[in-house]
């Protein structure tokens, strides 16, 4: 019996050290459908047959149990097998995780393990970092969204997998580990030594700021996140504060329902937060529910590159329906919803089922959402932490 859980993201899988997306996607509970390996949704894949003809798989599992010199493992070769057909989707999205790699996939998504702390995703053959999250290695040697990882500990990282990058990056607690990066606007490579730390990531934290401007920033969408920021407006509604800053900077994603649900502390309930479209064809729409305590209050939203999945997921559905103004940079783009799909030997196939399109009918793939006004944050301003976009955040809403 196998189990589906629906996600948003980047999905990219959580480097958060380990890595973190995607997306829009976070391992946690999502929604469960037991059942076979059919998740509702008919199939696009008509051209292909019931079954494979493996016949010529087992000429080259011959091949090797006769001829290569040194240690086969018939697990490892299994899971070889299952990761090439992942990867012969050409989908970065679409990844088979083996035991070990699901419960590390699950540690990151529930915010706690040891690594570095940012997200990777892979773009056509090169690692990318999707976002550094505030506070922990990474973000302080000064790794940024988009910086490709050309080497890791000297070895390059040209062809790796998400996976095999993440098992490159992490490592014990006070270990350290170095990349070499590209980064757009440097005429050469950036070298970094971190040092690896546990990685414990609240998904929701919030503060008055002067003004009375209330400030809410999710790092990722998981399981406590709609509990949190709910918890958070109501105070926020409490104490009649004059605006609201929604802070989803390098947030690469997760739940998509917890998205959904956020969304929902603005958008009145019944209206569209997004739309999951298969073919091309609508196969389900997601709307609010009830409380939007927050539908009158001005609201800025915080986006830059780091910004992907789950977190354009709210930011599109509360750009679309008017009820707040986007300030940063454009987002990283990812438009694809991603479900796991988990075995009896807890494994897990992460698998691309559908593309994810805002209440104003847009797809965001590898374009992402721009703001409503544009205001960057320079290698200076990191250095001197300086952070002009929320800066620019309340001096609009303190007006």
């Known amino acids: 019996m196998s189990k589906f859980r629906s996600f948003s993201k980047l999905a990219a899988t959580f480097v958060l050290a380990s890595l973190i997306f995607a997306a829009g996607y976070t391992s946690g509970s999502g929604s469960w459908l037991p059942g076979s390996l059919k998740s509702g949704y008919k199939s696009a894949q008509n051209n292909l047959p019931d079954n494979l003809d493996y016949s010529s798989v087992e000429q080259v599992y011959d091949s090797l149990r006769a001829n290569y010199d040194g240690q086969l493992s018939a697990d490892d070769l299994l899971d070889g097998l299952k990761e090439g057909l992942a990867q012969a989707t050409g989908d970065p999205y679409t990844e088979y995780l083996n035991a070990e ?3 590390d996939f699950d540690d990151q998504l529930n915010g706690s393990f040891t690594g570095i702390g940012a997200e990777l995703s892979k773009e056509k053959e090169v690692i990318v970092i999707i976002a550094p999250i505030a506070g922990f290695p990474a973000e302080k040697v000064g790794l940024r969204p988009k910086d490709i990882i050309s080497e890791i500990d000297g070895k390059s990282a040209l062809d790796l997998s998400v996976s095999e990058a993440v098992k490159k990056i992490r490592g014990p607690e006070g270990t350290k580990v170095t990349l070499k990066v590209i980064r757009e606007g440097e005429a050469s490579e950036l070298e970094f030594e971190i040092t690896r730390a546990q990685i414990n990531i609240p998904s929701v934290t919030t503060e008055i700021l002067d003004g009375n401007i209330g400030y809410m920033k999710i790092s990722r969408f998981g399981e406590d996140t709609e509990r949190l920021a709910r918890d958070a407006a109501n105070e926020f509604k409490q104490k009649a504060v004059k605006g609201v800053i929604l802070d989803v900077r390098n947030n690469p994603g997760g739940l998509l329902e917890a998205s959904v649900d956020v969304s929902a502390l603005w958008v009145k309930k019944g209206e569209t937060v997004l739309e999951e479209k298969r073919g091309g064809k609508t196969v389900k729409t997601y709307r609010a529910g009830a409380g939007a305590v927050l539908n009158d209050t001005p609201t800025i939203v915080l986006i830059n590159e780091g910004s992907a999945s789950a977190s354009e997921i709210t930011a599109g559905a509360l750009k679309d329906h008017g009820l707040a103004r986007l300030l ?19 494994t897990v196939l992460k698998v691309t089922i559908a593309r994810w399109y805002t209440p104003g009918g847009k797809n965001i793939d590898e374009e992402g959402i721009e703001p409503d006004e544009k205001v960057g944050r320079t290698n200076e301003d990191y250095a001197a932490k300086r952070d002009p976009q929320k800066d620019k955040a309340l001096e609009l809403l303190r007006r």
């Open 101 to 103: 790699e699901s419960a």
């Open 328 to 346: 940063g940079e454009t987002t990283f783009g990812k438009g694809s919803v991603q479900q796991l799909v988990e075995f009896k030997d807890d």
